[in-house]
T-cell receptor, first 115, second 109 residues
């Protein structure tokens, strides 16, 4: 079946511009996660959505970062006034439920480059 | 959530078993041990997870010590396609996955 998809696959933007990254989770998965991976580093948790509950935003690095999930499906991660340190691969994952007994399925990521 | 310690890198000969260790000495009773791997430029891929008992699936085996303070991921017959970064994670909740920097496994022909 279809996996997690993300778009765009690559995004180059100028410092100060806003960007939107999209994630389409696996159909029926109630949990959705965003992570960031800088070059040569592990994954950094950003935000987590579970069903209709309030999202866990504890990993967002600044108020320039926000995310929403419409209709319990597609999610958009928005970065306002991008900075060079925002350059990274942004990964989305979904899971059948938001507890540790279920694995997360990852998308291919969006590579963001801020010039 | 418990953090993990893994070797930075390992080599393994093709066709041999790859044994990847992970220390998680502060793990608590309700935390699961998960293994993922990330092949260059791709999203992480789930391998296996367990709570107390050893687990086996088509990809790998997971051996968890009796005190649960460490575990070993075993790839029984490593192939060149198994070259990747392997992450050991312990987590109590689905939204607290700390990936760390993992072990870079290189399978040598």
């Amino acid at each position: 079946g279809a996996g997690v998809s993300q778009s765009p696959s690559n995004k180059v933007t100028e410092k100060g511009k806003d960007v939107e990254l999209r994630c389409d989770p696996i159909s029926g998965h109630t949990a959705l996660y965003w992570y960031r991976q800088s070059l040569g580093q592990g994954l950094e948790f950003l935000i987590y959505f579970q069903g209709n509950s309030a999202p866990d935003k504890s990993g967002l690095p600044s108020d320039r970062f926000s995310a929403e999930r419409t209709g319990g499906s597609v999610s958009t991660l928005t970065i306002q006034r991008t900075q060079q340190e925002d350059s990274a691969v942004y990964l989305c994952a979904s899971s059948p439920a938001g507890d540790q007994t279920y694995e997360q399925y990852f998308g291919p990521g969006t590579r963001l480059t801020v010039t | 959530d418990a953090k993990t310690t893994q070797p930075t890198s390992m080599d393994c000969a093709e066709g041999r078993a790859a044994n990847l260790p992970c220390n998680h000495s502060t793990i608590s009773g309700n935390e699961y041990v998960y293994w993922y791997r990330q092949i260059h430029s791709q999203g992480p891929q789930y391998i296996i997870h367990g709570l107390k008992n050893n687990e086996t699936n088509e990809m790998a085996s997971l051996i968890i010590t009796e005190d649960r303070k460490s575990s070993t991921l075993i790839l029984p017959h490593a192939t060149l396609r198994d070259t990747a970064v392997y992450y050991c994670i312990v987590s109590r909740t689905g939204n607290q996955f700390y990936f760390g920097t993992g072990t870079s496994l290189t399978v040598i022909p």
